[in-house]
């Protein structure tokens, strides 16, 4: 009965199974983490029998001593820190009264805003909601079209997970077994690239619909534009020096991003210290919210990249690597349809299990198909953007529908109306990064040191 369960169970059969298992588990509500664990434990059992477990036993604790990934707690503690320091408080309202006289000037400093902080948290659930929380409101009282305001918001926020310091990142380097180091110098130009974009666009809709984006009315712009610069100039110094504190040590190769993330936390804590918001009690909730957080993602990141272990075991990579090299167009053919494996992904869940599930699938094909690892590793990354803004699993809009005033009058339609344009930009600025590759590798090809 084992041999005849063994037999049938081939390659291809198991990825289907892997595949169908994995919706079906979905659409019953199911948690992702369970959902593949569950499918890696009871096919592995079915198909390889006890060697099933020494396997997931072997993957589960290779991820959990894996020294890279001590960065993760680091720089949630960082984020964490930063928004009790109050120096973002400070930077957006700095930000809102230089960029307000202008129109869409509100829409602006909301996506800078959110660029500047994604260099300093690197956890969407943080920025999207300071955003949500300081810019929203002001935007729709003013006269701000409410998807426009909700859209800046989402998009503003989501830029977190891609800009240095990014968890992502720190997940993704050991899984492709690419330089973490490197990938942080390449994130930070694209996601600078796809914040000129946001703003591009912001500023085409507030001149070809004025009433969608207005300027600030002239009683609300009494600020002299002497202490505007001066102003600007002394609330972004604490973020720069934050950022140089991270990303200018990996890039003179004075630490790699482990100790580089424990730069930044000690940095984040004595801004705090600086700015008189720090005590034992704010010590305390920061500590206890890094142990809830690093400890979900820990403990999701295990099971995933155990499950996935046992179907790379099963031949099933194999399987789906056969099938994306036989993609009609050649290479290009192959990583349209990786691309949009990954976009449909993103509607379903969230970006911990598609990097563990895409990864070490597609990893081994890129010698072959002759793409950069990093150049490749970014185009995944800024993909996966767009999942925090498509539903029905969205969290950049399930956040924003939730933290929205209800004087704002902000529905869920609103909010997805507003990130669609957004979602595009995403779509065009991977053609971008297509056709100039350079924009991602210069900085990491001009390391000084590539740490891993």
Same mark, same amino acid.
């Given at each position: ?14 990825? %289907? ?12 509500? *199911? ?7 569950? %499918? ?15 396997? +997931?036993? @072997? ?7 894996? &020294? ?9 503690? +960082? ?33 800078? *805003? ?22 929203? @409101?002001? +935007? ?111 890039? *003179? ?12 936390? %000690? ?7 600086? &700015? ?23 403990? %999701? ?24 090299? @036989? ?11 990786? +691309? ?90 991977? *053609? ?21």
């Amino acid at each position: 009965m084992i041999d005849a369960v063994q037999s049938f169970l081939t390659a291809e059969v198991v990825t %289907l199974f892997f595949i169908g298992g994995i919706l079906v588990g979905l659409l019953s509500g *199911f948690h992702i983490g369970i959902v593949v664990a569950g %499918l890696g434990l009871v096919l592995g059992l079915l198909a390889l029998g006890p060697l099933t477990l020494e396997v +997931m036993y @072997s993957r589960f604790y290779k991820m959990l001593m894996n &020294y890279i990934l001590l960065a993760i707690p680091l720089f949630i503690f +960082m984020g964490d820190m930063i928004q009790y320091s109050g120096i973002a408080d400070r930077l957006y309202q700095t930000l809102y009264v230089a960029l307000g006289p202008i129109r869409g000037g509100l829409a602006l400093a909301t996506v800078l *805003f959110g660029t500047i902080l994604a260099a300093c948290l690197g956890i969407i659930a943080a920025s999207v909601s300071m955003l949500c929380i300081l810019g929203l @409101s002001p +935007m729709i009282k003013r006269g701000y079209a409410k998807d426009l305001a909700c859209g800046s918001v989402a998009a503003g926020g989501c830029l977190g997970i891609l800009i240095p310091p990014s968890i992502m990142i720190v997940m993704y380097g050991p899984i492709a077994n690419v330089s973490v180091g490197k990938l942080f110098m390449g994130a930070f130009p694209a996601g600078a690239l796809l914040a000129l974009l946001y703003c591009i666009y912001i500023g085409i809709r507030a001149l070809l619909r004025p009433k969608d984006a207005p300027a600030l009315p002239k009683e609300e712009r009494t600020t002299p534009t002497g202490k505007k610069i001066r102003d600007l100039i002394v609330s972004l110094v604490p973020p720069v020096l934050l950022i140089l504190s991270v990303l200018g040590v990996i890039f *003179f190769g004075i630490a790699a991003p482990t100790e580089a993330a424990g730069m930044g936390a %000690l940095a984040a804590t004595l801004l705090a210290i600086v &700015y008189r918001r720090f005590s034992f009690k704010v010590f305390k909730h920061v500590a206890l919210d890094t142990l809830k957080v690093s400890g979900y993602i820990f403990f %999701l990141s295990c099971l995933t990249y155990a499950a996935i272990g046992v179907f790379m075991r099963l031949g099933c990579a194999e399987v789906i690597g056969n099938v994306i090299l @036989s993609a009609p167009g050649g290479r290009w053919g192959a990583f349209a349809v990786i +691309m949009f494996f990954v976009f449909a992904l993103g509607f379903f869940m969230g970006w911990i299990p598609i990097v563990f599930i895409v990864v070490p699938v597609v990893s081994p094909l890129l010698e072959q198909l002759g793409f950069d690892p990093v150049w490749f590793a970014l185009m995944v990354m800024v993909n996966l953007q767009a999942s925090f803004m498509t539903p029905p699993m969205a969290l950049a809009i399930f956040l924003v529908s939730n933290l929205a005033a209800p004087e704002t009058g902000v529905t869920t339609m609103d909010v997805i109306k507003g990130v669609t344009p957004f979602v595009l930009i995403i779509l065009f600025a991977i *053609f971008l990064l297509v056709l100039f590759p350079q924009i991602v590798l210069w900085l990491p090809e001009h390391m000084i040191q590539p740490w891993t």
